[in-house]
Nanobody, 123 residues
């Protein structure tokens, strides 16, 4: 059983940068594909980025060029560097882990989830 704990969310201003972290425990971290999702008020959970076991990243079009996912298997941690933040990036951000060997962009494909961390971007 893998446990995931996100941290780093807070209130920032438009244009600011923020780095989220997600620490994992209870499994061999390097074996998992990892993802970041977000849920804005009144909206469905949406894919933000993923990174597979071979360190290949994938970013949603809405964040491409602004957000970067990375992982440090030695620290059992996945990161989301967010630059040029906009008010529409406001959401609860979740990290997730997937046992299957390929990456995925839909929430149901992931096996484990963190509790989420709130990011609020003011204009």
């Amino acid at each position: 059983q893998v446990q995931l704990v996100e941290s780093g969310g807070r209130l920032v201003q438009a244009g600011d940068s923020l780095k989220l972290s997600c620490a994992g425990s209870g499994g061999t971290f390097s074996n998992y594909n990892l993802g970041w999702f977000r849920r804005a008020p009144g909206k469905e959970r949406e894919f933000v980025a993923s990174i597979n076991w071979n360190n290949r990243p994938l970013h949603a079009d809405s964040v491409k060029g602004r957000f970067t996912i990375s992982r440090d298997n030695a620290k059992n941690t996945v990161y989301l560097q967010m630059n040029s933040l906009r008010p529409d990036d406001t959401a609860v951000y979740y990290c997730a882990a997937r046992r299957a060997p390929s990456g995925a962009t839909i929430p149901s494909a992931y096996d484990y989830w963190g509790q989420g961390t709130q990011v609020t971007v003011s204009s």
